[in-house]
T-cell receptor, first 114, second 111 residues
């Protein structure tokens, strides 16, 4: 089954404790991205990657890191989480098809930083 | 920065009613997409509209792309409780590399 898998689904952590949220897709998509979703603000892009070893900042990259060592994986790293990073995070992947491109989303990771 | 606005933010209606939600932008996009997100899940694509003035139908859902490709609407006929969810519009650039999402319309259809 074609899917984007994120782990964990839920995470509660303390300020400053490094964490990684994993994302994996099995559709051989070149493009992957991370979003955070906050009430009233919609989905805001954190980082994106157009292929292996190619990453770039989205609209809200501060406090986050990513890497793309393999095509299928795109982990999101919070080196020193802070309470303002409490949010619902989504990983998405897509195949470049011009304006018909469809984004496939994972099920989300709800992160709480206390 | 390209921005998308959606209205209304919240909508609560009775089963069987019709409704329209709107997505507006000051920017032109090569295409516009509508996604539906259910609680605990990621957004799922409903439709992509590409041509200015285009109308697409998906059962009881009708999607329209504005002539200037800056706005879109989603009309639901005879809403059902299964239509409940968050409806997101997304503008797509020419290369399909960048998606700009609106804040969403949260729809609740009461039985």
């Amino acid at each position: 089954e074609a899917q984007v898998t994120q782990n964990p689904r839920y995470l509660i952590t303390v300020t400053g404790k490094k964490l990684t949220v994993t994302c994996s897709q099995n559709m051989n998509h070149e493009y992957m991205s991370w979003y955070r979703q906050d009430p009233g603000l919609g989905l805001r892009q954190i980082y994106y990657s157009m292929n292996v070893e190619v990453t770039d900042k989205g609209d809200v990259p501060e406090g986050y890191k990513v890497s793309r060592k393999e095509k299928r994986n795109f982990p999101l790293i919070l080196e020193s989480p802070s309470p303002n990073q409490t949010s619902l995070y989504f990983c998405a992947s897509s195949l470049f098809r011009g304006r018909d491109t469809e984004a496939f989303f994972g099920q989300g990771t709800r992160l709480t930083v206390v | 920065t390209q921005l998308l606005e959606q209205s209304p933010q919240f909508l609560s209606i009775q089963e069987g009613e019709n409704l329209t939600v709107y997505c507006n932008s000051s920017s032109v996009f090569s295409s516009l997409q509508w996604y539906r997100q259910e609680p605990g899940e990621g957004p799922v694509l409903l439709v992509t509209v590409v041509t200015g003035g285009e109308v697409k139908k998906l059962k009881r859902l009708t999607f329209q792309f504005g002539d200037a490709r800056k706005d879109s609407s989603l009309h639901i006929t005879a809403a059902q409780p299964g239509d409940t969810g968050l409806y997101l519009c997304a503008g797509v650039d020419n290369y399909g590399q960048n998606f700009v999402f609106g804040p969403g319309t949260r729809l609740s259809v009461l039985p």
